[in-house]
């Protein structure tokens, strides 16, 4: 999903998911996703230090 520079996302990933989750959840999984990617790319533009 955060591969965008391969394409949009798979219409058959998708309604794989749908096929076992709501569409609350699948929108839910999404903006974790995101949210995730968001951060990581600010550390690393940052330069995070992630302590052992």
């Not at 058959?12 to 076992?20: S, V």
Request: glycine share 4%; aromatic share 10%.
């Amino acid at each position: 999903m955060t591969l965008i520079s391969d394409g949009q996302f798979a219409d058959d990933r998708y309604e794989a998911a749908a096929m076992h989750l709501s569409p609350d959840e699948v929108a839910a999984i999404a903006w974790h996703g995101i949210v995730v990617n968001a951060w990581n790319r600010v550390a690393i533009s940052s330069r995070y230090e992630v302590k052992p």
